[in-house]
């Protein structure tokens, strides 16, 4: 019991015991159901599992306990979206949003009551280490960068360069045409943009988006599209990656 009462959770840069919110039981492990479905073949026994490598969202609910006095305060705090991390597990950070209501009911009476309430957090399935690692800037191709998570870790990559050219991340390679003072890539939200990250431009990319594998990954690039009789057709001249290292 004494190991409940003094466990915490941050939201948004925030811990619940700066409000008074105690937790009435303790943070567990959720991992993401995969994504796909089961196929029945003709002729052959069992099924196959249809899948596309994703994971589904979690959720994932406290019940908590705090004085009437911090409510309005706790109703506001615990509102959209934002990073979430819990006590015992301090260097995972989850991407979180609140979406389902809040109720709070009196439990005990008293001039200063308590209140209890449940608050539900829809995450992404892949908390990321905590804290974030720092940007891994590249200015020689050939150069190694070490992935210490347990799974594959979506980028966020900033490329300073023009022309054509081609990069390659671990095992895979994207391509880029006609690129103007830089370009920048993000795994995560799947699209590309000008070096600004004003516009997108996605029509100067070709391949799978960037995919960090768990362990040692080779960074190098090519200048040059297909096609072009010499390298100086393009001109990489330094790779910034913001690497969102994740959990399982």
């Known amino acids: 019991m004494a190991r409940i009462q003094s466990s915490w959770f941050e939201f948004n840069g925030r811990k619940s015991s700066d409000l008074g919110v105690r937790l009435m039981d303790a943070h567990g492990f959720s991992r993401g159901e995969s994504r796909g479905s089961w196929e029945e073949v003709a002729g052959r026994d069992g ?12 959720e994932i609910k406290r019940a908590c306990m705090a004085p009437a006095t911090k409510l309005r305060q706790i109703a506001a705090w615990l509102s959209g979206a934002g990073g979430l991390r819990f006590s015992g597990e301090e260097s995972a950070m989850y991407d979180a949003r609140v979406v389902q209501k809040i109720d709070f009911r009196r439990a005990a009476p008293g001039a200063n009551p308590l209140y209890e309430f449940t608050v539900c957090f829809s995450c992404q399935p892949h908390p990321r280490l905590w804290p974030e690692a720092e940007l891994l800037e590249i200015a020689i191709s050939g150069a190694q960068i070490t992935n210490p998570g347990a799974a594959t870790a979506l980028p966020r990559v900033e490329i300073e360069g023009s022309g054509s050219f081609s990069l390659t991340i671990g095992k895979q390679t994207m391509f880029f045409t006609g690129v103007e003072d830089g370009i920048i890539v993000d795994s995560e ?5 000008t070096a600004d990250g004003a516009l997108l431009a996605n029509d100067k990319i070709a391949g799978d988006f960037f995919e ?37």
Do not use: H, K, M, Y
């Open 212 to 248: 960090i594998q768990p362990g040692v990954n080779g960074v190098q690039w090519l200048n040059g599209g297909p096609g072009d009789d010499a390298d100086e057709s393009g001109a990489v001249r330094r790779v910034v990656i913001t690497p969102r290292w994740r959990c399982v």
């Open 47 to 58: 099924a196959i599992w249809l899948g596309d490598g994703a994971a589904g969202a979690i």
């Open 189 to 193: 939200l799947r699209d590309a943009f």
